[in-house]
């Protein structure tokens, strides 16, 4: 099982994703990272785990379908199996959905359907809400809408700020991810068994 994380800032789920590999806890080789943006902290946190990097931006082509069309060729070169969005800030147009359609998982910092979107964290917080979580799911062509795979809830509390619960949600996620990776990619090895 061959895994691409596509990527746009931080990476601290590209990061948890990655140690969960290197233990074994994720039955899966991390092949590459790809990177929307030249300059995201991500790639320098794939670089120090030696994991290959290929960063290009749309705007380096004539369409969005072209820019698509060059991940698949380099995604198909690798024989990906599955795409894992951590943080990805972009939607996925039809050239990639087409190929890897139920072969492409995101997670979103709300429990969707609720707060979807670029501000998932913050557009819970201020519409005071009582619990926010964490989502994730299947890949369609909507935003933040293909089918559940996973969701846990975050309370909010009276005295939490923007930034703490920003902590809570992704102290979650880096939890979350790689557990329900873990046993998706389990549960697809034993099928391809049987
Ligand atoms: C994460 O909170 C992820 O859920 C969110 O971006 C953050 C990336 O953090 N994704 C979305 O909002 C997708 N709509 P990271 O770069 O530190 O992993």
Same mark, same amino acid.
Do not use: W
């Given at each position: 099982?061959?895994?691409?994380?596509?990527?746009?800032? *931080?990476?601290? *789920?590209?990061?948890?994703?990655?140690?969960?590999?290197?233990?074994?806890?994720?039955?899966?080789?991390?092949?590459? #990272?790809?990177?929307?943006?030249?300059?995201?902290?991500?790639? &320098?946190?794939?670089?120090?785990? @030696?994991?290959?990097?290929?960063?290009?931006?749309? *705007?380096?082509?004539?369409? &969005?379908?072209?820019?698509?069309?060059?991940?698949?060729? #380099?995604?198909?070169?690798?024989?990906?199996? #599955?795409? %894992?969005?951590?943080?990805?800030?972009?939607?996925?147009?039809?050239?990639?959905?087409? %190929?890897?359609?139920?072969?492409?998982?995101?997670?979103?910092?709300?429990?969707?359907?609720?707060?979807?979107?670029?501000?998932?964290?913050?557009?819970?917080?201020?519409?005071?809400?009582?619990?926010?979580?964490?989502?994730?799911?299947?890949?369609?062509?909507?935003?933040?809408?293909?089918?559940?795979?996973?969701?846990?809830?975050? %309370?909010?509390?009276? =005295?939490?700020? =923007?930034?703490?619960?920003?902590?809570?949600?992704?102290?979650?996620?880096? &939890?979350?991810?790689?557990?329900?990776?873990? &046993?998706?990619?389990?549960?697809?090895?034993?099928?391809?068994? @049987?």
């Amino acid at each position: 099982m061959k895994l691409a994380i596509f990527a746009s800032g *931080n990476g601290s *789920n590209f990061q948890a994703i990655a140690e969960a590999v290197a233990i074994g806890a994720i039955e899966a080789q991390l092949t590459l #990272l790809f990177c929307d943006k030249k300059d995201a902290y991500v790639i &320098k946190r794939a670089r120090s785990m @030696s994991i290959p990097v290929i960063s290009f931006s749309p *705007n380096d082509f004539e369409s &969005k379908a072209m820019y698509e069309a060059e991940i698949l060729h #380099l995604l198909e070169e690798e024989q990906i199996d #599955l795409i %894992v969005l951590a943080g990805y800030m972009r939607i996925i147009g039809p050239t990639l959905l087409e %190929v890897f359609s139920k072969r492409m998982i995101n997670i979103h910092p709300s429990l969707l359907p609720d707060f979807p979107g670029l501000h998932g964290i913050k557009d819970a917080f201020y519409a005071n809400v009582p619990e926010t979580g964490v989502t994730i799911h299947y890949v369609d062509d909507g935003v933040d809408t293909g089918p559940i795979i996973a969701q846990e809830k975050v %309370v909010i509390d009276m =005295l939490d700020t =923007l930034d703490s619960l920003e902590k809570k949600i992704h102290n979650v996620e880096h &939890k979350l991810f790689p557990t329900v990776l873990a &046993k998706l990619i389990k549960n697809q090895q034993g099928e391809g068994r @049987s």
